[in-house]
């Protein structure tokens, strides 16, 4: 059965997501702000949550409609058939959220929908207490302009959440937005890629993972798995076909370097607990070390330091002056940097090929690209 799904991305990311989803084989319906909407059936579910390597979450629309009144927000919500998804015993928690909306009250809005809900299934299943001791079915109601959205989270965790990042310092990317970036780099395997100042190793694994095509989901837990809707066997076939997809053989040259130790070795322990330790080549090292990159040519990609995030402004400068001479030296590589300082292009002295902005949590970004000769 054809269902109404749902993918939310950090702003900026909607065509990587809507890539991802076309790429799976699902007919996307709708892109907006934040979301791309498609139609897929309960494989879907279990295979995007598996598969989806930059969207933070996978919901099932449960449905639209106006709202200008709890009235209509309550009759509506009772409307829908929620006992097809969630079992006499399930547990159903609401969150929500209000914009340009005359219903403002998200707790107000919250409670009508619970309310709505209960009514719903305590009718359907003749109980007036339902013990709500099973399964998670994690509501939210969004208010947009007085439109109302239902949907029910399928994920549980968010999808950033990999299981592999066992150790950090600071400030680092979240997994789906170095996912995006290397996407967006274009890299594929066969090319070298090299992260310079690698934190605890987030794009260099995330490369790896690509690289060697292993589902970013394979090694965790999401909420559908413990709804009545799917069987399980579902999810089995799909973790299965999953791991028969990875290429193990692919060559891969991904290099992974910081001036900070603990960053050197974070990044080796996340390779290891990702299971791709032996794809990428780890030093600790300053970026002047770099300057003689190979002729041949490659892709640096780098969560640059900037001053709202980590390092002073006189090391950044010193990174930004090596990084115009690799430039100069190296005209065969490009360089996709991420970074929210609006200096960048002049502190380079070069206008970037194309430029995207993007939300690194909640600090505005640049992703500056600079192609370089073929």
Same mark, same amino acid.
């Given at each position: 059965m054809k269902r109404e799904l749902m993918a939310t991305a950090t702003f900026g990311l909607e065509a990587c997501v809507k890539r991802e989803i076309q790429a799976l084989g699902y007919e996307i319906i709708g892109t907006e702000n934040g979301h791309v909407a498609f139609l897929g059936d309960e494989r879907a579910i279990a295979r995007c949550n598996l598969w989806l390597r930059c969207a933070d979450r996978v919901l099932l629309v449960m449905g639209q409609f106006p709202a200008e009144t709890f009235e209509d927000l309550f009759q509506q919500t009772k409307g829908i058939a929620w006992e097809e998804l969630i079992p006499p015993d399930g547990k159903f928690t609401v969150i929500g959220s209000s914009v340009k909306s005359r219903l403002h009250s998200v707790p107000a809005c919250q409670s009508i929908v619970k309310k709505a809900v209960a009514e719903r299934l305590g009718e359907c299943y003749g109980m007036d207490v339902l013990p709500e001791t099973g399964a998670e079915h994690r509501i939210k109601v969004s208010l947009l302009k007085d439109k109302a959205l239902l949907t029910v989270d399928t994920s549980g965790t968010a999808l950033h959440k990999r299981g592999y990042r066992e150790a950090d310092v600071a400030a680092p990317?979240?997994?789906?937005? @170095?996912?995006?970036?290397?996407?967006? *780099?274009?890299?594929? $395997?066969?090319?070298?890629?090299?992260? $310079?100042?690698?934190? *605890?190793?987030? +794009? $260099? +694994?995330? @490369?790896?993972?690509?690289?060697?095509? +292993? @589902? $970013?989901?394979?090694?965790?837990?999401? %909420?559908?798995? #413990?709804?009545?809707?799917? #069987? *399980? *066997?579902?999810?089995?076939?799909?973790?299965? %076909?999953?791991?028969? %997809? +990875?290429?193990?053989?692919?060559?891969?040259?991904?290099? %992974?370097?910081?001036? #900070?130790p603990r960053a050197a070795a974070a990044t080796r322990t996340n390779a290891a607990a990702a299971g791709v330790e032996d794809c990428i080549r780890f030093s600790r090292a300053d970026l002047s070390l770099r300057e003689n990159l190979p002729e041949e040519g490659g892709i640096m990609i780098s969560n640059l330091p900037y001053g709202k995030r980590i390092g002073s402004e006189t090391g950044i400068q010193k990174v930004y002056k090596i990084l115009s001479r690799l430039m100069k030296e190296s005209p065969r590589w490009s360089f996709f940097l991420l970074t929210s300082d609006k200096g960048l292009e002049k502190a380079l002295r070069r206008k970037a090929d194309r430029r995207r902005k993007l939300f690194n949590g909640n600090i505005e970004t640049t992703y500056y690209q600079y192609h370089g000769k073929r």
């Open positions: 990317i979240k997994e789906t937005m @170095a996912a995006a970036l290397i996407q967006l *780099s274009f890299w594929k $395997p066969g090319r070298v890629l090299l992260d $310079p100042c690698c934190g *605890s190793g987030t +794009i $260099p +694994i995330e @490369a790896a993972l690509i690289g060697r095509n +292993i @589902a $970013p989901g394979l090694s965790r837990h999401f %909420a559908a798995e #413990d709804w009545d809707l799917m #069987d *399980s *066997s579902i999810w089995k076939e799909e973790r299965r %076909a999953a791991y028969a %997809a +990875i290429q193990t053989e692919t060559p891969l040259e991904i290099y %992974a370097s910081d001036i #900070d």
